[in-house]
């Protein structure tokens, strides 16, 4: 983050901070619980969220390190793939077989039918393992051996790429990867992230490389996951004896970029350089810069240097597959570095997953009881408001009125 957004972004927070005031939505916001427990509202969200109209972030440039490298990324009614093709250019492809639909990459299940393998390397192509047809990394369909001239008729529409790989639109700007779930229609970074790529890769994603990742399923509505991350309010109850001792509630400062927003959670520490000089600032040094990707991802970049990725799958309406992915600024060097992130991502995942993604499932419970109407955020948890709001303007559905 450039410096003098930086010092801008810290004298607005010790503006708040002088006056014990945080930043605040202009009124307070009813989301009905039929938002999180209705599988009609969830249908419309599926059509409006991850139907194509919106490109979405699978992930970043250090995912794709090479040509031939490969990771899949699932979206509701998009399995896709995204790969690097010979030429270092990215494409993304549904991750289904043209001849009878098997997944081409990533298809080994364990013994509870989740998915092994999410990312790997190819030579020059990606080979079915059913019966062996095979796609270069553009995506067409090169070889189909041993078939006994079974497939002679379909040979013009073969020759004619009628049999190859499905791509959708995909793009790779500031070393982002952002794809479209459904259709061809080109991305455009500007339009589409409201301006926030550039201020995005001002940290310079492409330079990271990529460390490990999880998924996890979890019996919570996909958006309630998401807003974990919205607000401090919880801070000093949810986390009382992890991150509260280091971390602020108050103030969020925020910036949104059409649906997409900006926040820095900032640390207690974060007071402590304003008797120095503005050139010695930072907000980097004392949060963790968030960025609500919508309508699924968030990306956090702590102050220790990695940066991680959570993106969310829904599943169905009260479930939903969580992926975090963490990226470092250099490959490890040494086993102190590595204990370092070891143990980073122990205190990120463990905090997150035990914490608030536990209390998120126990909320979905209750809501799908039908015994509360909704739930309310207060006009001191803006980025809740914003984001559903945003959220509606795609699937059509307007703020409902507090009753
Ligand atoms: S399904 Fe892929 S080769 Fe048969
Ligand atoms: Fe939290």
């Known amino acids: 983050m450039k410096h003098e957004r930086q010092v801008a972004l810290l004298k607005q927070a010790f503006e708040h901070i002088d006056a014990n005031t945080t930043p605040m ?10 938002r999180y427990t209705c599988p009609d509202h969830f249908r419309l969200e599926m059509a409006g969220l991850f139907g194509g109209k919106v ?11 090479t040509p031939g490298s490969w990771f899949t990324c699932e979206l509701p009614g998009a399995p896709l793939f995204l790969t690097r093709a010979a030429d270092g250019s990215v494409k993304a492809f549904l991750n289904i077989c043209r001849h009878r639909g098997s ?5 080994e299940l364990d013994a509870e039918g989740h998915f092994l393998q999410h990312r790997g390397q190819s030579h020059s192509a990606f080979t079915c393992p059913y019966h062996a047809w095979t796609y270069n990394t553009g995506g ?34 500031e070393g982002m990867l952002l794809v479209r779930p459904q259709g061809k229609e080109p991305i455009d970074a500007q339009r589409d992230t409201f301006g926030m790529h550039s201020r995005m890769g001002e940290f310079g994603f492409g330079n990271f490389h990529f460390y490990q ?4 399923d979890f ?9 974990t991350f919205m607000e401090g309010y919880h801070i000093a109850a949810l986390h009382r004896n992890t991150l509260a001792p280091k971390f602020r509630c108050y103030p969020v400062i925020y910036e949104c970029f059409g649906p997409h927003a900006l926040f820095p959670l900032t640390r207690k520490s974060i007071t402590e350089q304003r008797d120095r000089p503005e050139s010695e600032w930072s907000v980097l040094k004392h949060a963790s810069t968030v960025f609500s990707v919508s309508p699924h991802a968030v990306l956090n970049i702590p102050m220790d240097g990695h940066m991680e990725l ?13 992926r975090v992915r963490f990226y470092i600024p250099r490959p490890v060097q040494s086993e102190a570095e590595e204990a370092r992130w070891i143990k980073s991502w122990k205190v990120s995942t463990e905090v997150i997953s035990g914490e608030d993604f536990t209390q998120q499932q126990n909320i979905q419970i209750n809501l799908a009881t039908g015994r509360i109407p909704g739930v309310v955020f207060g006009q001191n948890e803006p980025l809740l408001s914003h984001y559903h709001r945003e959220l509606g303007k795609l699937t059509g559905v307007p703020d409902a009125q507090l009753p």
């Open 55 to 65: 490109p979405l972030l699978a992930g970043f440039s250090p995912d794709l390190p």
């Open 25 to 34: 939505w202009d009124s307070l916001y009813w989301n009905p619980a039929e």
């Open 140 to 173: 067409k369909l090169i070889r189909h051996a041993n078939d006994m001239n079974g497939f002679n008729q379909l040979q013009g529409k073969i020759d004619s790429g009628e049999f190859n790989l499905i791509d959708v639109a995909c793009l790779e700007t």
């Open 310 to 322: 959570w993106d969310f799958q829904p599943l169905d309406v009260g479930r939903t597959r969580a």
């Open 219 to 227: 019996a919570a509505n996909w958006k309630l996951l998401i807003e």
């Open 213 to 216: 990742e999880v998924f996890w």
């Open 103 to 107: 997944r081409l990459v990533g298809f």
